[in-house]
């Protein structure tokens, strides 16, 4: 990644996620856009960037999503890499933004936590 290069791993359905996009934005940053629900991100692109994070794996994954309980992803002894594994398979259980700067990755809720990273 460049310097200068900032990414936004978004969902345009996601209010926190335009909201993060529109504060970008408004600092005159264009970043790189992933629509994370279509690119299909493997688990080891998902892992390096919950890594960057710094973040358990089940505090990026949308806990409350009725996907997580149907797969049973609360229950206690899955490894990061069984529910990374799931992430890869249903991207709609990772949490957003990320955002992904020079500075550092973040979760960015609230989605002022963008201006961190410029």
């Given at each position: 990644m460049a310097q200068d290069t900032i990414t936004i791993y978004h969902n345009p359905r996601c209010?926190?996620?335009?909201?993060?996009?529109?504060?970008?934005?408004?600092?005159?940053?264009?970043?790189?856009?992933?629509?994370y629900l279509h690119a299909q991100l493997d688990a080891a692109h998902l892992g390096a960037l919950i890594a960057q994070l710094g973040l358990?794996?089940?505090?990026?994954?949308?806990?409350?999503?009725?996907?997580?309980?149907?797969?049973?992803?609360?229950?206690?002894?899955?490894?990061?890499?069984?529910?990374?594994?799931?992430?890869?398979?249903?991207?709609?259980?990772?949490?957003?933004p990320i955002v992904v700067s020079a500075k550092g990755a973040r979760l960015c809720r609230p989605p002022e936590r963008v201006l961190e990273l410029l």
């Open positions: 209010s926190n996620s335009r909201s993060a996009l529109a504060l970008l934005e408004a600092q005159g940053v264009q970043p790189q856009i992933v629509d358990p794996v089940r505090e990026v994954m949308r806990s409350k999503d009725a996907l997580y309980q149907e797969l049973g992803l609360g229950r206690e002894g899955l490894s990061d890499a069984e529910l990374i594994a799931q992430i890869a398979a249903h991207p709609a259980l990772l949490n957003r």
